[in-house]
């Protein structure tokens, strides 16, 4: 007998939508296998080489539905200065009723699945379940490589209420009418009129950072844009390390950095934990703890390559759902741009079309994606499934910019570094269409998935400062500065380790820094650069920091947090004073 609140749940889902069927997703693989075949069978997927890729498949979503909607996501609070200014809001009562008439009768004809799912490991008391109603197999299918599925998720459940409740309809993939709505007061989603995997596997950025913030936010921890990685030194001793970038900064690369000869040697290694969302508590000894709450990994798959990211393309050699890549005719394999340098001779493009190499078309979409077990990945982290996560020893923010940041710089407090992670940004790059190097203030890069106003996550932030003993240090990287022809100047990739061993040797209290406006900056020849054809001086431009830009930086800050609104703490206007009197000083 299933959970009652479960049950009632399915029920009045099935009394609107009308689907013929209703299928419980038990987790077992003949059950899935099942699925797989139908959808072949359907065209809703297609199976790839089974010698080169066991056990992948390939889709591919409509045209009009290849990425997240960020302006048709909708916080919906009761009160519209919860959701606050940065997010969409609109009044639940309006909301449900609008999505009631689009669901009204929308999977007649087809099959209502329910996805029992655990973020985290099942029974650890820092997992959450979610239950998600989707009359798609490619979201099951997904779902079950990004998350914990099955009936012992629901043996987890029990009988209790709580739990995360998600309804996924494909409605018509009406652009017009596609809304991704999010009820944190009620732990509930709804998607509609989406296929694609960010708007539709709820348990991702709906569930563990939209739902999650808001979840943390009153229960005292935090859900993160962030990457969990390890460091083991020759000893064998692991530090862990947490970073935010805003979407397409190269979060899975760092994630899965391949350390340069010159550490491998010595006997480095690094473990990936995670490489998109960090579920964050206090531990009993007054440390930080995180974990991934994820299964796997839903990455971009153009870019990736046996240079960029070598374990992350191994991740992808099997039992992987490739979505939008270019599909090569000749071995039944798939390619993307930057995969090899010579394309195929025959492909199908992401839409499904012959693909003209004279066309100047791309063959993948650039926001084609690999769904991929994190069991795969050659570098998992040994504690990946451990109930507790793994202690923090920093936090990393950093974005995209050409001038503005250093290389790495250290924040002088929590509070100082809660106010670095609120004035991260990015700057737009020629690969995005608009214009370039315009700046997107992308606070811990969590402007797209905070669940509740910006100000309000600020002052957690603060808050959550006060609950820690031994809080990490926080720091701001930027492999991106550019010189004045436009090239990058830092070698980036697996070179990004001889930063975040400076950053854990800050951390260990066995390296100086130097005092700048902005915080605590490295002594050029404290950043190793053995094995590089750059310079110590390359390195002193590196950390270069123009005041005037600077000062220009902090005017736009004031504007945004001006757009932010009433709730900014005073705190971090404090400490935008300061950095503005240390720039003139
Ligand atoms: C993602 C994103 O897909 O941040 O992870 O957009
Ligand atoms: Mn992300």
């Not at 209420?161 to 732990?187: M, S």
Request: charged residues 25%; negative net charge; glycine residues 8%.
């Amino acid at each position: 007998m299933a959970n009652k609140y479960v049950q009632k749940f399915v029920d009045d889902a099935a009394a609107l939508c009308s689907p013929d069927k209703i299928v419980w997703i038990t987790g077992e693989e003949e059950q899935l296998e099942a699925l797989r075949r139908e959808a072949c069978a359907t065209g809703e997927m297609e199976l790839l080489n089974q010698e080169k890729l066991p056990g992948c498949y390939l889709h591919r979503t409509a045209p009009n539905d290849v990425a997240r909607v960020e302006h048709r996501t909708l916080i919906c609070t009761s009160k519209k200065e919860d959701a606050g200014n940065i997010n969409n809001w609109m009044d639940p009562k309006e909301c449900y009723k609008m999505l009631g008439e689009i669901y009204k009768d929308s999977m007649k004809g087809r099959t209502m699945y329910v996805i029992p799912y655990s973020m985290g490991v099942i029974g650890s008391k820092f997992s959450k379940i979610g239950i998600e109603l989707t009359d798609s197999i490619y979201v099951v299918l997904n779902m079950d490589i990004m998350t914990r599925v099955g009936n012992k998720v629901l043996e987890a459940l029990g009988d209790s209420p709580d739990y995360v409740k998600g309804l996924h309809g494909k409605v018509n993939v009406d652009e017009e009418k596609r809304y991704i709505c999010h009820f944190p007061e009620d732990n509930t989603i709804c998607s509609v009129n989406s296929a694609y995997g960010g708007n539709v596997l709820l348990g991702k950025k709906c569930f563990a950072l939209r739902i999650a913030s808001y979840q943390g936010k009153q229960e005292g921890w935090m859900a993160e844009h962030m990457l969990i990685l390890g460091i083991e030194n020759p000893e064998g001793e692991v530090k862990y390390i947490a970073a935010a970038f805003p979407s397409a900064c190269g979060k899975t690369n760092l994630a899965m950095l391949i350390p340069p000869e010159i550490y491998k040697k010595k006997g480095y290694k690094v473990w990936c934990v995670g490489d998109d969302i960090a579920w964050i508590r206090v531990g009993e000894d007054g440390r930080l703890w995180a974990m991934n709450p994820e299964n796997g990994f839903f990455g971009v798959a153009p870019g990736t390559n046996e240079k960029s990211n070598p374990n992350a393309l191994y991740t992808t050699l099997k039992d992987t759902i490739f979505t939008n890549v270019a599909h090569n005719t000749d071995d039944n394999t798939v390619w993307w741009e930057g995969l090899t340098k010579e394309k195929p001779a025959n492909m199908i493009d992401w839409k499904g079309n012959p693909y003209n190499a004279e066309s100047g078309e791309k063959a993948a979409h650039p926001n084609s994606r690999f769904t991929a077990r994190a069991k795969n990945c050659p570098c998992l982290s040994p504690e990946f499934e451990n109930p507790q996560g793994v202690p923090l020893s920093a936090i990393v923010f950093g974005g995209r910019r050409a001038k503005t940041a250093p290389l790495v710089y250290e924040s002088t407090s929590w509070q100082n570094g809660v106010f670095v992670g609120s004035i991260m940004a990015s700057e737009t790059t020629a690969a995005a269409s608009g214009a370039v190097g315009v700046v997107r203030r992308d606070p811990m890069a969590m402007r797209p998935f905070t669940g509740y106003d910006m100000g309000d996550y600020f002052a957690h932030w603060l808050e959550m400062g006060k609950k820690i003993k031994n809080p990490p240090k926080i720091f701001n990287v930027n492999w991106f500065r550019l010189d004045d022809e436009g090239h990058f100047i830092w070698p980036g990739f697996g070179d990004n380790m001889r930063v975040l061993l400076w950053i854990l040797a800050r951390c260990e209290g066995k390296v100086d820094a130097v005092e700048s406006p902005i915080g605590f900056l490295p002594n050029a020849e404290d950043i190793n650069v053995e094995g590089l054809d750059i310079t110590v001086d390359t390195i002193k431009e590196l950390l270069d920091i123009d005041k005037e830009v600077w000062l220009e930086e902090a005017e736009g800050i004031k504007d945004f947090y001006a757009q932010i609104g009433e709730r900014v703490p005073a705190e971090l206007y404090a400490e935008l004073d300061t950095l503005i009197a240390n720039l003139k000083k």
